[in-house]
T-cell receptor
Framework: QKEVEQNSGPLSVPEGAIASLNCTYS??????FFWYRQYSGKSPELIMS??SNGDKEDGRFTAQLNKASQYVSLLIRDSQPSDSATYLC???????????WGAGTKLIIKP | DAGVTQSPTHLIKTRGQQVTLRCSPK?????VSWYQQALGQGPQFIFQ???????QRGNFPDRFSGHQFPNYSSELNVNALLLGDSALYLC?????????????FGQGTRLTVV
């Protein structure tokens, strides 16, 4: 079982709709959760961090964390073509300095 | 405020050669991590440097080594290059803290081994 799992996609969403991206993790010691956006050929860009159960909103982005079910999700409202990218979920485990990454979900926003 | 900078951006090397990649962290950051990202995969942790010491290492052979300087900048060295070392090499800087850390990435170095 992979430590951090994401659906590879591609996930196709119409412009203006809500895109929903999901990530599950296996280590219950996980304490910090991050969503990164990566355009083709570029480096990952941090868009959201979340540390406690519940929702965290930042502009059009909302991160949701459920530690009991071991999943974290990212909602993108009013999706724009510029949101088309691969979205990577990264997790940090307590007492461990590295980030554990999913393979990413490719999101395509159709005009 | 300068972000994380990496050099060079692209590099072509021959199998068996050695390469050095460089990274300057974001202003105020004291921790540097290196990752390798193959096409279509998430980044894989190579190692992390803090206070000029390698604090943690991922599952990479000893051919991969690094250094952190007093100004927090860092180098990644890879010896005896293999074709499989071709990848995007990412440097991430962060601030050492107890709970959580937000890591910010440089633009990466695309290494091609031929």
């Amino acid at each position: 079982q992979k430590e951090v799992e994401q659906n590879s996609g591609p996930l196709s969403v119409p412009e203006g709709a809500i895109a929903s991206l999901n990530c599950t993790y296996s280590d219950r010691g996980s304490q910090s959760f991050f969503w990164y956006r990566q355009y083709s050929g570029k480096s990952p860009e941090l868009i959201m961090s979340i540390y406690s159960n519940g929702d965290k909103e930042d502009g059009r982005f909302t991160a949701q964390l459920n530690k009991a079910s071991q999943y974290v999700s990212l909602l993108i409202r009013d999706s724009q073509p510029s949101d088309s990218a691969t979205y990577l979920c990264a997790v940090n485990v307590r007492s461990n300095y590295q980030l554990i990454w999913g393979a990413g979900t490719k999101l395509i926003i159709k005009p | 405020d300068a972000g994380v900078t990496q050099s060079p951006t692209h590099l072509i090397k021959t199998r068996g050669q050695q390469v050095t990649l460089r990274c300057s962290p974001k202003s105020g950051h004291d921790t540097v991590s290196w990752y390798q990202q193959a096409l279509g995969q998430g980044p894989q942790f190579i190692f992390q440097y803090y206070e000029e010491e390698e604090r943690q290492r991922g599952n990479f052979p000893d051919r991969f080594s690094g250094h952190q300087f007093p100004n927090y900048s860092s180098e990644l060295n890879v010896n005896a290059l293999l074709l499989g070392d071709s990848a995007l090499y990412l440097c991430a800087s962060s601030i050492d803290r107890v709970l959580g850390f937000e890591a910010f990435f440089g633009q990466g170095t695309r290494l091609t081994v031929v």
